[in-house]
């Protein structure tokens, strides 16, 4: 069981999950979602704690390895893939913006870009 402060950030609780592995000046919070904080936002006053068993750590973790944030809403999601568009290599794209996307581009050139379920390179996790 992990024991992790518990936050009230722009009136969400959010968990704060610690440093990220590549800026010491971000940290990772979960507020359902898997979220970047910039120091000035999370370092508010815990306001309690919350224990997660390891199946729940796994869980957010898997979140924050599979989901990131949209290049598209700019929203944090559980799950993003890569665009479908080769002028956006190297963008993120989550389900929701995925499919506006799919049927506005199947609405104006009559193709399909497929259902975003259909990427294999998504981790497994706990079930």
């Given at each position: 069981?992990?024991?992790?402060?518990?936050?009230?950030?722009?009136?969400?609780?959010?968990?704060?999950?610690?440093?990220?592995?590549?800026?010491?000046?971000?940290?990772?919070?979960?507020?359902?979602?898997?979220?970047?904080?910039?120091?000035?936002?999370?370092?508010?006053?815990?306001?309690?704690?919350?224990?997660?068993?390891?199946?729940?750590?796994?869980?957010?973790?898997?979140?924050?390895?599979?989901?990131?944030?949209?290049?598209?809403c700019?929203?944090?999601?559980?799950?993003?893939?890569?665009?479908?568009?080769?002028?956006?290599?190297?963008?993120?794209?989550?389900?929701?913006?995925?499919?506006?996307?799919?049927?506005?581009?199947?609405?104006?050139?009559g193709?399909h870009?497929?259902?975003?379920?259909?990427?294999?390179?998504?981790?497994?996790?706990?079930?």
């Amino acid at each position: 069981m992990g024991k992790l402060d518990l936050k009230l950030i722009a009136g969400q609780l959010v968990i704060d999950m610690g440093q990220t592995a590549d800026d010491r000046f971000k940290h990772r919070g979960y507020n359902g979602q898997p979220a970047i904080y910039d120091c000035d936002e999370i370092c508010v006053p815990t306001i309690g704690t919350v224990e997660l068993s390891e199946e729940q750590l796994k869980k957010i973790e898997l979140a924050y390895t599979n989901g990131h944030k949209c290049d598209y809403c700019e929203g944090y999601a559980d799950k993003v893939r890569p665009s479908p568009f080769m002028v956006d290599v190297g963008a993120s794209m989550c389900k929701e913006c995925w499919d506006g996307t799919k049927e506005e581009y199947a609405a104006s050139t009559g193709e399909h870009i497929g259902d975003f379920e259909n990427y294999p390179h998504w981790k497994e996790g706990v079930k």
